[in-house]
């Protein structure tokens, strides 16, 4: 069955430097992946897609790559702040628009 | 634009009781809306599909006798979760695909916590 790895473990930075949150996936070749937001007790936001024939996406200061080689996406904060802190999921479709999503990495930016 | 509101945003109730929880999306047409369950700490996991005007879709372990979704227009789906117990308490979420936008982007709601006494 299809498996989605987040990094288990929290992710603390200081402000100002650049978050880097990973993203693997098995047993399956997504069309299109998609990072969402989640604050506490609240629904996730989306972020940015990325289609399986682009390389890398920018939004602002967001930038996420897909490596279906690798099978793996990394989602980049830069010039982070500790308004960027929340839990980052990242979810791969399924068939009929279904999203799969990884358990998330929380992100911690320290002033 | 692309706001998707859930009702009730949180709720309590006893064992054996049913609850419904309400999802609306304001200012588009959701063809389909998806219905998520989220324990503390934990993913997002999709309970069911609802497609306007049809059946819902459960997915696999998911009971569609104890968890009813009704998606009677374009803009609202519920779910009733019937003779709720403790098991059941957790974050409930729904979210929207938009009927115009391109892409394959969904909406989410703000939750609903639901605690079963």
């Known amino acids: 069955s299809q498996k989605i790895e987040q990094n288990s473990e929290a992710l603390n930075i200081q402000e100002g430097k650049t978050a880097t949150l990973t993203c693997n996936y098995t047993n399956y070749s997504p069309a299109y992946l998609q990072w969402y937001r989640q604050d506490p007790g609240r629904g996730p936001v989306f972020l940015l897609l990325?289609?399986?024939?682009?390389k890398e996406k920018r939004k602002e200061r967001l930038k996420v790559t897909f490596d279906t080689t690798l099978k793996q996406s990394l989602f980049h904060i830069t010039a982070s702040q500790p308004a960027d802190s929340a839990t980052y999921l990242c979810a791969l479709d399924r068939w009929g628009g279904k999203l799969i999503f990884g358990q998330g990495t929380e992100l911690s930016v320290k002033p | 634009g692309a706001v998707v509101s859930q009702h009730p945003s949180r709720v309590i109730c006893k064992s054996g009781t049913s609850v419904k929880i309400e999802c609306r999306s304001l200012d588009f047409q959701a063809t389909t809306m998806f219905w998520y369950r989220q324990f503390p700490k934990q993913s997002l996991m999709l309970m069911a599909t609802?497609?306007?005007?049809?059946?819902?879709?459960?997915e696999q372990g998911v009971e569609k006798d104890k968890f009813l979704i009704n998606h009677a227009s374009l803009t609202l789906s519920t779910l009733t979760v019937t003779s709720a117990h403790p098991e059941d308490s957790s974050f409930y979420i729904c979210?929207?695909?938009?009927?115009?936008?391109?892409?394959?982007?969904?909406?989410f709601g703000p939750g609903t916590r639901l605690t079963v006494l």
């Open positions: 979210s929207a695909s938009s009927r115009e936008g391109g892409g394959n982007e969904q909406f």
């Open positions: 990325i289609r399986e024939n682009e």
């Open positions: 609802s497609n306007e005007g049809s059946k819902a879709t459960y």
